[in-house]
């Protein structure tokens, strides 16, 4: 009878581990990774690329002859850099930015009368500094409006069989536009963004020995920038 008993304990030994084999695999869960947080304060620089399509606009009064006006389109790819410092607060985003922009706009007419004039106008670099105000669509989303001042270089070119006469001259204006910008990578930024830029209305007078006006020219440049930019974020960023 005791040898019967310890077979039946053994056998019961060696079934418990075969039993324990068969149950199936308890389940190991993991908590869920954490939702990232993207922090929108701090410095940031980078490089932009886009189109600019402008306008120039002379009117040339000589009275008592009627006013002459030459307006001339100014076309051609921008780039350039912008840098700037974000403050975040809650969903609202307050930034400062500044950049600076080479340009390939020109455009060329040529007027004939009694003799042939061709008029030539470049703008060859742009920049401005604004305010961005914009709200957080998404954690990783800015929707936003940018304002402020902008500056740049006009030169005009007038050639005749005689030779040609230019101008260069530094004009100071203002600047107004929106964008969209979205932080895609820890640190990285891109956006599309337009610009309007009016470079403002600049009158010259051109008067004899005697001081009497013989005639005045009224300028006035505007241009508009549609871009894409692509910054770093200093500090900060997804985390």
Sequence with gaps: MRKLLLSGAALAALAVPALAADLPARPVYKAPPAAPVYGWTGFYGGVNLGYSWGKLTNDFIAPP?????????????????????????????????????????????????????????????????????????????????????????????YATALGTLSSRETRAGWTAGAGIEAMVAPNWLIRAEYLYVDLGNQKTTLVDNTGATLFTVNRRVNDSIARAALSYKFGGGIF
């Design 65 to 157: 002859f009627p006013t002459l006006t030459e307006s001339q389109r100014m076309n051609g790819v921008i780039g350039g850099f912008q840098w700037g410092y974000n403050w975040q607060f809650g969903n609202w985003v307050l930034g400062t930015e500044s950049d600076f922009m080479l340009t390939g706009e020109r455009g060329s007419t040529t007027y004939c009368a009694a003799a042939c004039v061709t008029a030539t106008h470049r703008l060859p670099w742009v920049g401005t500094g604004r305010t961005r105000l914009g709200v957080l669509a998404m954690p990783n989303l800015l929707l936003y409006g940018t304002g402020g001042v902008a500056f740049g270089q006009v030169r005009s070119d």
